[in-house]
């Protein structure tokens, strides 16, 4: 079956420092991947997804993710933290069950930014 | 803007009650999925329309149940709320594709809360 698992529900970090955010995967075949945003009281919005392409994803707002199938991993990165990145992200693994289109959701890791 | 709305808002309803919301796809979408957001949890599928046929549940009781009109509009109606029911509830419309990925744009949520 498909899990994701997000490693560390809370991150913080000083701005212009390094943002990583961890995800691990579990699927039976090979998978879809994807990191979503939620700021406060909004839906979700897209940053970067992995579809079989190139492993070395990336986003918008200079958001970047690396899939590496040895470590069933797809940790979400940012060379340099600003204000705005502070929300929470989460980690999503696609598949068809049923023919319908199936995202499943990690926790949510919150990001908060310190000035 | 993902061009995905949802109404109302917010909602209060009390326990026992029938509660109906709505969703409003991007134009030429044919799939809408319905998830629930636990407070501090990653959303969860609860179930897919196509062709205004429910196309796959995630593990929710029968009292969750949807409709997905021809205009681009469907509703997610849940009856004899309980108290866990209170959540943002998000809906996703995308293009069927049974044996790969197209993506899916969210909208920003209803927030029920049951009392």
């Known amino acids: 079956a498909q899990s994701v698992t997000q490693l560390g529900s809370h991150v913080s970090v000083s701005e212009g420092a390094l943002v990583l955010l961890r995800c691990n995967y579990s699927?039976?075949?090979?998978?879809?991947l994807f990191w979503y945003v939620q700021y406060p009281n909004q839906g979700l919005q897209l940053l970067l997804k992995y579809t079989s392409a190139a492993t070395l994803v990336k986003g918008i707002n200079g958001f970047e993710a690396e899939f590496k199938k040895s470590e069933t991993s797809f940790h979400l990165t940012k060379p340099s933290a600003h204000m705005s990145d502070a929300a929470e992200y989460f980690c999503a693994v696609s598949f068809n069950i049923q023919g319908a289109q199936k995202l499943v959701f990690g926790q949510g890791t919150r990001l908060t930014i310190n000035p | 803007e993902t061009g995905v709305t949802q109404s109302p808002t917010h909602l209060i309803k009390t326990r026992g009650q029938q509660v109906t919301l709505r969703c409003s796809s991007q134009s030429g979408h044919n799939t809408v999925s319905w998830y629930q957001q636990a407070l501090g949890q990653g959303p969860q599928f609860i179930f897919q329309?196509?062709?205004?046929?429910?196309?796959g549940r995630g593990n929710f009781p029968p009292r969750f149940s949807g409709l997905q009109f021809p205009n681009y509009s469907s509703e997610l109606n849940v009856n004899a709320l309980e108290l866990d029911d209170s959540a943002l509830y998000l809906c996703a419309s995308g293009t069927r594709a049974p044996t790969s990925y197209n993506e899916q744009f969210f909208g920003p949520g209803t927030r029920l809360t049951v009392l």
């Open positions: 699927s039976s075949v090979p998978p879809y």
């Open positions: 329309y196509y062709r205004e046929e429910e196309n």
